[in-house]
């Protein structure tokens, strides 16, 4: 059996941001100014509204 070095996940299409390019541009700007203020190599963003206002993804989990 011959077994392939890769596998490719399919992950649908790209859902579009929840805000304007320009609005997102604008935040990472932001966040960019504070990283290079502070004189970090990296951020953690560690709450989900963080997560949510730097990258438009919102997590939402379903309990039963």
Known sequence: MKRTDFFQFKNGSKVPLPFSDKEYENRLKGL???ITE???DAIILTSLQNVAYYSGFLYCSFGR
């Open 38 to 40: 502070k004189n970090l």
């Open 32 to 34: 960019r100014k504070i």
